[in-house]
């Protein structure tokens, strides 16, 4: 089945931790992108990639860094700089127009 | 920068009711747009989009959107709502940056279709 994974769908940390959410695809996409859901505040675009080894900031980059050492691969940091952490975190990618997306992670920091 | 808003937050309809649901963005150039929808406990889905041509867009489960470059709008509309269309529905403006098209999104609009 061709798609795109996050894991954990759940993930919980103690505040001051660094936490790495997992995105893969193998829909052979060069374009991969990680999002942040808030009620009420729609999506809001954390980082994106174009392609392998690039990657640009988002509109709230502040407190998260990425890497994209593969074109399946797009996992997302979220630091401790990072004043609001809990949310639900959406990775999705695209070839050219459409973009498509993974389940969700939800990060509960406490 | 461009931006997206959706006007209605919240609505509550009754079945067989009819749907439009508003979204306006500003941004000055070329854009693609969209309409995602997200069902409780599943993945953000395409609804609709619209690139080019014929203003008025037909999408899944009998949803369409039109449209209009003078109002900078693009609203999505259904003739006659289901219970099952209890969903949160965003708007999306696009633009080709690359291998990839950079979204914005609207803040969603929560839809409850009651029985």
């Known amino acids: 089945d061709g798609g795109i994974t996050q894991s954990p769908k759940y993930l919980f940390r103690k505040e001051g931790q660094n936490v790495t959410l997992s995105c893969e695809q193998n829909l052979n996409h060069d374009a991969m992108y990680w999002y942040r859901q808030d009620p009420g505040q729609g999506l809001r675009l954390i980082y994106y990639s174009q392609i392998v080894n690039d990657f640009q900031k988002g509109d709230i980059a502040e407190g998260y860094s990425v890497s994209r050492e593969k074109k399946e691969s797009f996992p997302l940091t979220v630091t401790s700089a990072q004043k609001n952490p809990t949310a639900f975190y959406l990775c999705?990618?695209?070839?050219?127009?459409?973009?498509?997306f993974g389940p969700g992670t939800r990060l509960t920091v406490t | 920068a461009q931006s997206v808003s959706q006007h209605n937050h919240h609505v509550i309809l009754s079945e067989a009711a009819s749907l439009e649901l508003g979204c306006n963005y500003s941004?000055?150039?070329?854009?693609?747009l969209f309409w995602y929808v997200q069902y409780p406990g599943q993945h953000l889905q395409l609804l609709l989009k619209y690139f080019s041509g014929d203003p008025l867009v037909k999408g899944i489960k009998g949803f369409e959107a039109e449209f209009i470059k003078s109002k900078f709008s693009f609203n999505l509309r259904k003739p006659s709502v289901q219970w099952s269309d209890t969903a949160e529905y965003f708007c999306?403006?696009?633009?080709?940056?690359?291998?990839?098209?950079?979204?914005?999104f609207g803040t969603g609009t929560q839809l409850k279709v009651e029985l």
């Open positions: 999306a403006v696009g633009i080709l940056t690359g291998g990839g098209n950079k979204l914005t």
């Open positions: 999705a990618s695209s070839f050219r127009t459409e973009q498509y």
């Open positions: 941004y000055g150039g070329t854009v693609n």
